[in-house]
Every structure is written in C-alpha cells, then in structure tokens.
C-alpha cells in the first residue's frame, strides 16, 4: 500500500512525512540493505550474550573449541552524506509536494531508517551559491537535528553542481554514501561530470533525480509568459502548445542522457517525480540497493 | 478600371480579416506569467524552432487574414467598372436600359444563355443607377409604338427585366438605340445614357441609320451616352451551324407522292464543319439521315428524296434538322405538305381508233398516266358510260363525245353538282345543235358553229393555223405558263375549232382565247364541281397542241384544277413574326390555330376582302388551323402552316465596337463586360468564384499548418 503524495502533503513537517514514509518502507522491509557495507575484519573476540550469532567463528572454533566472534572496523558507522539542491527550480511543484518539498521528505526518509541502524547522517544543502553543512552522525538527536534543517527548507538563487561537486569531496574524506538530491537543471555543461567524479573517489553515489510532472509533459495550453525561478532574470512568451513537441524531445534526450552517463560512472540513478508515492519509490530504491548487494556490484 | 460591388453592404464583412490580428494582440496581452523550472530547455526548443514557427505564424496569419477577407468580398460580387463610365456620371443622369431579346440571344455559352447574361448585367447597371436617378426599361421586341418613359419606381423597373423573355425573332438594335433615346427626351435631366445589354450580334445593328439624339430641355440636340453591356463577355463569337433554308418539290419522275427535300446549311462559325449530321423527320419520324462538311461562312446543301406512303393524299408535318449547337432555334426547319391524293379521271373515248396514235384519247391518257402524275385514267367507251362510273372517280374528260343519252347527261350533271370535274373537248364527231341539245347545261357556254383556220393538209398549214393570243395565267392552272414555259403553249397550231354563242346564260370564265379572240378554253362553276370546255380536239386532228411540250402540264394542271387537287401544295414557310393570311372563300371557315406551345387562338376580327390575316406567329413551329366543315369544328391538316426563324440571327458574328463607336460618337460609347460588371476576371472566370478558390485554399492551407 502507497502513501498519496496529497495526503501526505496535509502532513504539517518533514519529520511527520518521513515518519510516515519510513513505516511505510517498514512494512515492506525485511532488513537493512546496507548491513556489512564498507566494513574491514579488524580482530577477535570471545563471544558473549547478545552478540550476534553470524559472526561467531567457526574455523577458530574447530581449532581453539571455544566461541569468538569476529569485530570488524566501522561496523556501525556507515556514513552517509545527503546533499539537497535547494536551488529556486527546486520550488516548481504542479503536485501538493515541490520538488524540494519530495527531496527534503525522501532524504529525511532516508535518514531516518539509516540512523536507525546506527549509521551516520550528514547534510549538505547548497542554496543561492553558498551551502549549509550538518556532519555524519548517528543518534535519535542528530535525526531531529537534520529533519529540523530539512523542515526549515527554502529553494532560492541557480542550482551550480560544480560548486556541489567539490563541496561533498571537500567534506566527505573517507568513502561514503553520497545521496544527491537535485532537478539537475545546471545550465553550465560540466556540473554534471562534477558530481560523477565523485566515483573515482570510491564514494558510493546516488543521484536522486526530483522531476516535476509539468516539467516532463508541459501540459499547458494557453499562451504564457514563463518566468525563471533561479532568479537570473530569464523569461519567455511563448505558445506552450507551438513548444511542446520539441521541448518533449530536449527533455527526453536530457532524461536518458543523465541516466545513462550516471550508470555508466557506476552511480546510482533514480528519478522520482512529485507525484510518485514516495515510500514506493524508496522502497524501490532500497530493493535495487539490496540485489546490487547481493550480485556483489558497488550499488 | 476601378473596382466596385453589386452588394457593397456584404464588402463590410472584410474588416472580418482584422480578426487575426485582433485575436494575437490580444493573446499577447493574455499571455499568463507562470514561474518554470524547467525555462531552460523552453528557451532551447525556442531557439531550436523559432525560425520555423515564425514562419508557420506569418502563414497562419496570411491564411486565416485571407479566408476571412476573400469570402465577404465573394459575397459582395465585386466588379470592375470602367473609368469612363464612372466620368461620365456626372450628377443626377436619366438612365434607359434596353435588352437585346432577338433569336441570338438564346446561344447557351457556359450554361447560361447570352439572354440570361445579358438580364444580369441589366440587373446589375438597376442596383448601380442611384436611387434619385430615373430609369427607363426598354423590351427591344416591343413595337415601336409602345412609349416609355423613365420613372423612379425601382421595383416596376427590375419586375420588368426580369419578366423579359427571349423571342425567336429578328430584332433591329438601331431601332430599339432610337427608341431607348427617344424615352430619355421625357427626363429633363441634362445627364442621359442608355444601357444597353446584348450579345453585340452584328446582324442586329444597322449602321446606315441615322444616330439616335435627344433634345435637352434647352433646344440643343446632343446624344445620350451608350454603354454597352456585352452579354458575351468579350468572347470569340460561337460556332453555328443554321439551316438557312429548305426547298421542297415533287420528283415526278421518281414516282406520285415522291419528293425532294434539298435543305441549305449555313455554317456561320470561324471553323470547319465535319460530319455534321442532317436529318429528315416526317411526323414524329426520322426517314433520312445524311452528314455535311461545310467550309468556314459557306453553305452546304443535303439532298434528300422521300417517297410518302399515302395514296389518299393528305397533310404531313415535318422538319429539317442538324445535329445542336449553342443556338437550338435554327437547327430545325419546320414544314407542312399537302400530299395530293391520286385522281381518278373516266376519259370518255367518242372517237377511238385501231392505231392508238389516231385515237383521240391517247395523247390526253399518256400525259395524264405519266409518271407522277397525280391523275389516273380509266377509260371507257360512250356506250359503257354508266352513273355507276362516276361515283368511282373525281372527274370525267368527254373527248370528242357527239352526244350522250339524257340518263347519262342527267347522272353527269348531278356529279358535277357534288364537286365532280368535266372536261370536254371537241371534235368531228360533235355535232354543234345536238351538243346544245343535251349538254347546254352543262356548257359554259354553247357551242355555235366549227371554224376551220386551215386544212391540215393544206400547204403551209402552219402559217394560216390559229394560235392561242391570251391565257388568263391568274388561273393557278396556268399560272406556271406565265414565262418561258408558255411559249410551247402559245406556238400551238389550231387549225379547227368551234365559235361559241355570245355570253348570255349560262356564261364561264375564258381562260384562253385564239389569236382572234374565240375563247380556246372556257371554265364555269356548277354547283360544288366545275367544268371547262376546250374548244379544239386532243387528238392531232384540229391542232398539234398535243405534241408541244407544253401539253402534258397543261393537261395535268387543268385536271389537278378540276378536281381541286391543284392548289395543295406546300404551305408558305413564313419567319417569325410574319403575318399568315388565309384567302377568301376559305377563311371563312377557319375557327381557331393553335400554336407550337398549345396556345389557342380565335379569329375574332371578321375576314377582309384579302382574307384572314393571322399575325401571332411569334415561335417557330408547325400552327394547326381548325374550322368548320360541315357546320362541325375540324382540325383542317391542310391549311397547318409553319413558321421558322430567321436566318439572319444565325449570324453570330460581333460587331466591331470601334464601327458602332465610329457610328455612334466615339466618346460617348463604352463596353462593360461581364468582367466589367462583377462576372469574370480578366481570364474569363468570375471574380467571385475566384475569390472563393482562393478563400477555399487559405483554408486548406490553415488545416494543413495546424496538423503540423
């Protein structure tokens, strides 16, 4: 059962969205997709009540005939870096929920079952050119403090990925999880391949595609004088209908452009419209990660 | 030329082309401010596609601007008028719109008939005439007589053009130009003109008469201004073929009852005629076809020969025909024939002889047998002569008879008085008192004493012998000897023949007297039938008459008179609007015709001295004449007439408009075609036909540019 975008837009905060989408993905959740992830074998352990079962091994066992357990570096301590684009486009929203509204819910979703796991979440949201930072931590305080920072979201000025690109390699060090939340609409040509080359640096990323219904369709008719929402002044009348055919076209090839030079950096990508139900799509998005896990690929 | 409209209220409906303009300005002002993030790529398919849409929109535009200007002005039937036309009217101007309504005006071109064109464009010039002007309608088939004056009742005017119809008559325009101008001398405007709408026939205008003018109310005399409305448009004149005539006569030689029909066609086109078809039609019936080549303006006759099938005689209704053109009318030559039935003549023999060439009768019978003669002899000797004969035959010839028994005399004195004919010629065997004694009544006149002239076998017999000195050739049996064909007649040689009594009672009509002055051949009405009394013998005995040429159509003219057959012949062709005029006693009967529509008519007006005129022949056709006999009303098949139209009008060549300018003052004459006039464009086609095809393409061209 999926959540009504609508419905779930009558929800006053973020945290009561991602509560609701997170029980939502319970549900259908048998366990957590990113157990044993990023983990290095770091010394022995006798075992004792309450550690788990799994990890008893069995080889010293046979040898030794006694129970140690194997203890492995970060076990608990996966990090994940979530960096939202709170640019102006980002505010377009035909649905209840903006675009930005769906990437604050999904990423505070997101957060939620990770930090429930013991994982380290941290937030990075570029707006106007600048760009607010909360660190990867875990703990139920640090998951009020990032859904407070993501409930108190505005989307102002261009989107720049470039600037986004370097900012998450400038603060995620070690290998992390990186969850890009952005239209994509970067008007400069290098933005994306920006954000790609965050692969080489072993980071495991996955670009959250927020896509507006209108913006895949353009179902206007009257004439219309579009105006730009990242504040460059840019505006345009036009006939929507006289448009809407090579618009279609530009926006397809951008689509399967993007998709395909992520896939082919090893990235994750996942296009999530405003209108989709959001437990759905993380759902989806976790089930991906967990045959990525299980056929041994980076995703 | 400038251009104007027939319904100039409908040329409004063009400001229907600022719409599009109207609807993009206002759209642009509509257009609604919307916030997108996707702005980028709508600026990238606009730069992608502006060239293109630009495009797709000035056509847009062009195309709805046009459909929406090229259908109101459709509507309003635009038209060129010319310049001069325009000058010319110069304040209010008394109009008078004549229309051509002569034969040549039915030629179909396009469809329509020059008639119906040239009814348009009179309309048309109606609408155009300002309210304030007076207007004055002229029929060019009205008489003469018929005055016109311009008025200003709009409605009479346009009910009166348009309840003219085509006539299949001749019509002489110049006259119809004077008549026209004389209905403008009653407007006391300065300003006149006269319309005139016609297909500009060249037969129509006589260019020798004088110029019409009008007097102007100040004495001077000036001519009004002439616009011509040609009703052909301009064009090249129509090819046409007519029969131009159609000459019927016996072949007497090929058989009684058998006939030559020679009809002459006229090819009055720019063009050769191939094969075209030329039929016979004898009541209902086509008997004989034949096909003609004619060289351009020539004429080509098709010869028929037709054998009709009634030996009784009677009256038969037929044409001429060839294949149709663009003027019907004249491709049909009506006509009427009286088939004179076969006559049956009892030739009484009183003096028969062994060698048939000494035999009194035989000259008389073999001119009368001969072939196609409409007289049949049966011959019989005085002794048979029974009253029983002469109820089988229509008259009796007692040739050199010396007496009949009284039964005899009586029985031939009753069939005389039932419409019978008797000739009697003399001879030796005629004995002068007994004659008188038992014919006297019948004699025209009686008979006196025999005069030699010469012996014919006395030397020289030729220079002492009588000769006929006068013929009565008003009589229609001798009518025909009235030139060359009488003199073979007037060089016969009598050299016997009887003096008759002084005139008293009874007394005849001579119709032939010798040389001095004894009546040769007397003719006297008893009762309904006639006799003539030859005062010489058939025979070779008294004269060489019967070996002169003039002898067979002597005989059978006299016989044909006689028996009343002579006079049926073939009825007067007349043209269209000719008078046909029965002659006295026999229009004295006639009742009614009905005319080749149905129409009836009555002879009301009592017969004149000349007979009955009868004056409604106002379309070709065959007229049937009805009247009494014997006191009931009968259709009288002998007295149908037909009537045909005028070749003159098959001509439909155009007469040069400078001639007709040089004619009538060339600044004062202008031609308005229907071009001119809101019909054609200058490559024939209508203007606002045109202007819908175009209207029609616009939106073709907008459907098109929308699916894109």
Known sequence: MSIDPSLLAKLPTIKLRARAVVEGVLSGLHKSPYQGQSVEFAEHKEYAPGDELRHVDWKAFGKLDRYYVKRFEHETELSVLMAIDASGSMNYGSTPLTKLSTAATFAAALAHL????????????????????????????????????????????????????????????????????????????????????LRLRKHDLTLFH?????????PFDDPTRFLSMEGDGLALEAHPRELRASYLAEMCA?????????????????????????DRALLRFLARRERARKDGRPA | ??????????????????????????????????????????????????????????????????????????????????PTESAQAKGPTATAIAIDTSLSMRAVDGGRTRFERAQALALDALREVPIGDPVAVIDCASDAGDAVTPGFDREASRRAIESMSPTHAFEDLSACLSRATQALAASPLPNKRVLLATDLAQAGFDLGAPTPTVQLPDGTVTKPALILLDAADGDAPLANAAIADLDIEPVPALGRATWRFSVTVQNNGEGALSDL?????????????????????????????????????????????????????????????????????????????PNRFLDETFFV?????????????????????????????????????????????????????????????????????????RLGALLPRRLRLLKTAVHPKAQSPKRRAARLGSLDLSHPALSPFAAEDGESLMAAHFFSYFLLEAEGQPTGRTLASFDDGAPALIERKQGQGRVMLFTSSLDRAWSDLPIRAAFLPLMQRLMGSLSRTLEVTQSDSLRVGE??????????RLREVVAPDG??????????????????????????????????????????????????????RRIDVDELKAWFGDENVTRRTAAGTGGRGEDGWPLWSLLLALAFCCFVAECLLLRR
């Open chain 2, 277 to 353: 078809g030329v039929r016979l039609r004898v009541d209902g019936e086509v008997v004989a076809k034949g096909f003609l080549d004619i060289p351009p303006r020539q004429k080509a006759v098709q010869i028929f020969t037709h054998r009709f099938d009634k030996s009784g005689g009677g009256a038969i209704q037929g044409s001429a025909e060839i294949d149709s053109d663009a003027l019907a009318a004249d491709d049909i030559h009506h006509f009427t024939l009286d088939i004179p039935r076969e006559v049956r003549a009892l030739v009484v023999n009183g003096s028969p002889h």
């Open chain 2, 599 to 652: 129409e009836r008519f009555s002879f009301d007006e009592p017969p004149s001295p000349a007979g009955v005129r009868f004056s409604k022949t106002n379309a070709p056709g065959v007229y049937e004449v009805s009247g009494l006999r014997q006191g009931e009303l009968t259709r009288l098949r002998a007295r149908d007439f037909a009537v045909n139209v005028d070749p003159v009008e098959s001509d439909l």
């Open chain 2, 579 to 588: 008078v046909k005029t029965f002659p006295l006693p026999f229009a004295e």
């Open chain 1, 114 to 197: 990770l930090i429930r796991q013991q994982d380290a979440v941290g937030l990075l949201i570029f707006r106007n050119g600048a760009f607010s930072y909360v660190p990867p931590r875990s703990g139920a305080g640090h998951l009020r403090v990032i859904v407070e920072t993501l409930d108190a979201l505005e989307g102002e000025g261009r989107c720049d990925l470039e600037s986004m690109a370097k900012a998450l390699a400038e603060k995620s060090r070690r290998r992390s999880a990186i969850f890009v939340f952005s239209d994509l609409f970067d008007g400069a040509d290098g933005g994306l391949d920006a954000l790609l080359q």
């Open chain 2, 365 to 437: 019978r073999a001119a009368l047998d001969a072939p196609g003669s409409p007289v049949r002899t049966i011959p019989r000797e005085l002794d048979a002569l029974t009253p029983e004969d002469l109820s089988a035959c229509d008259l009796v010839i007692l040739a050199n008879v010396r007496a009949l028994s009284p039964a005899q005399v009586s029985a031939l004195s009753s069939f005389v008085d039932r419409g019978g004919g008797l000739f009697i010629s003399l001879g030796d065997q005629v004995d002068a008192d007994l004659f008188n004694d």
């Open chain 1, 210 to 218: 927020i896509l507006d219904p209108d913006e895949l369709t353009l």
């Open chain 2, 1 to 82: 030329m400038a251009l104007s409209f027939a319904h100039p209220e409908l040329a409004v409906g063009a400001l229907l082309a600022l719409l599009p303009l109207a609807i993009h300005l206002f759209n642009r002002q509509r257009a609604r401010p919307r916030p997108f993030g996707a702005i980028a790529f709508l600026m990238r398919s606009k730069r992608q596609t502006a060239r293109a849409l630009r495009l797709r929109k000035i056509l847009l535009f062009c195309a709805r601007t046009m459909l929406l200007l090229a259908v109101p002005l459709a509507l309003a039937r635009p038209h060129f008028v010319q």
């Open chain 1, 254 to 278: 951008f689509l399967d452009e993007t998709e395909q030079r992520a896939t082919a950096r090893g990235s994750d990508y996942l296009r999530v419209s405003t209108d989709d139900a959001l």
